[in-house]
Nanobody, 121 residues
Framework: QVQLKESGGGLVQPGGSLRLSCAAS????????MGWYRQAPGKQRELVAT???????NYADSVKGRFTISRDSAKNTVYLQMNGLKPDDTAVYYC???????????????WGQGTQVTVSS
């Protein structure tokens, strides 16, 4: 059983900062990628940022230069530092991981339950 647990969401004023964390736990053999997605009311879930282990990071155009994704491999944890927040960043943020639970299975995708980020004055 694999679990992804997000934390760090909340209410912040425009221009403010938040740091999201997501810890993966349970039966984990290897992680190939982790990332953050978000879904605003009435909109589809969209990619925010991903980090592919040992290779690269990828950001949505709307967050480039403001958000930074990073990972602590020893803790199976991914972070999203969000600076210069805007009201349009308001959404539920979901953690995503592509991982293998054992050496004998193919990689599968897992999702956290989400954490609310609200940017408002």
């Amino acid at each position: 059983q694999v679990q992804l647990k997000e934390s760090g969401g909340g209410l912040v004023q425009p221009g403010g900062s938040l740091r999201l964390s997501c810890a993966a736990s349970g039966s984990i053999f290897s992680i190939s990628a982790m990332g953050w997605y978000r879904q605003a009311p009435g909109k589809q879930r969209e990619l925010v940022a991903t980090i592919r282990i040992g290779i690269s990071t990828n950001y949505a155009d709307s967050v480039k230069g403001r958000f930074t994704i990073s990972r602590d491999s020893a803790k199976n944890t991914v972070y999203l530092q969000m600076n210069g927040l805007k009201p349009d960043d308001t959404a539920v943020y979901y953690c995503n991981a592509n991982l293998k639970s054992s050496r004998w299975v193919v990689s599968s995708e897992y999702w956290g339950q989400g954490t609310q980020v609200t940017v408002s004055s």
